[in-house]
């Protein structure tokens, strides 16, 4: 990301709220293609040609925007993904919540 943007000499405009707000575009266009399925039928819906290649180019630019505000932060993505995922698994043990939607209190 850093070298594709850097030759088109794109840093400029990839200060972090605009690359939040593109990443926040990009969600958008995501769930668009999502808002009106029931529920119930979205994953086997998701299947289907066009909106499985539909969903998978909306997932890609919401994963390189993502991928680019980390890197403009300096932030190692992965390795804040590890320690979020060790710090939920802390605050919610399997044993205890299996099943169970997570309560935000």
């Known amino acids: 990301m850093r070298v594709f943007t850097e030759e088109r000499d794109w840093g400029q405009f990839h200060d972090p709220k605009s690359l939040i ?11 668009e293609l999502f808002q009106w399925l029931p529920a119930d039928a979205a994953v086997d819906r998701a299947r289907e040609d066009r909106l499985h290649e539909r969903a998978g180019e909306e997932l ?3 994963l390189i925007y993502l991928v680019r505000l980390a890197d403009v932060l300096d932030i190692d993505l ?6 979020k995922l060790r ?3 802390a605050r919610f043990p399997a044993e205890e919540v ?5 309560d935000k209190s």
């Open 21 to 31: 707000l593109a990443l926040v575009g990009e969600v958008g266009e995501l769930a």
């Open 60 to 62: 890609a630019d919401v």
């Open 78 to 83: 992965a390795d804040a993904a590890l320690r």
């Open 87 to 89: 710090g939920s698994s």
């Open 98 to 102: 299996r099943g169970q939607a997570p």
